[in-house]
């Protein structure tokens, strides 16, 4: 039996065009509920993700991410907050958002992550509290091109892990 977990994990790419297509409700439903499954540090779940579809406005938040234009030929982004008081937030959330991705990859749809804070006028124009700060706006949709899954510039294994300390190598 494959191991399809490591699969998504070994294949995922970044992906940054989108064809026009639509990403049926029950696949964003999936991938929004992935994000409410995520652990988080004592089950505290400091998040909370605006689904943007209207084409309009994802326009606009393709303005509103210097680093994610791309954003506004998305059929659907989510914007991904956390509670600024949350010690763990940046964590739980970063959590959070791999998963989306990973479960929108299993369905044929990529993503990739935009922003990284900083970027209180996404937090305003979705109409969240100050409570928040928006870490990423998640565009999602189905790739235009043929990607081939797998194909990654990744260091060797040996230079990146070691067992017991560093510097044992990990074969």
Known sequence: MADEVFEMVR?????????????????????????RLTASSMNRQPWH????????????????????PYIAQAPLAVVAAYERDSRWGVSDLSRAIQSMI????????????TGFGGIDGVRAYVGLEERYEV???????????????????????AEVASWEQAGEPFA
């Open 11 to 35: 294949t995922v790419l970044a992906i940054r065009e989108y064809q026009a297509r639509e990403v049926p409700a029950d696949i964003v439903g999936r991938i929004v509920e992935a994000a």
């Open 49 to 68: 993700f605006v689904v943007v579809r209207d084409r309009d406005r994802l326009r606009e938040l393709g303005q509103l991410v210097p680093t994610g």
């Open 102 to 113: 990973l479960v929108a990859w299993q369905y044929g749809i990529g993503s990739n992550w």
């Open 135 to 157: 870490l990423a706006v998640l565009p999602f949709g189905y790739p235009v091109r043929a990607i081939g899954r797998g194909k990654k510039n990744r260091k060797p294994l």
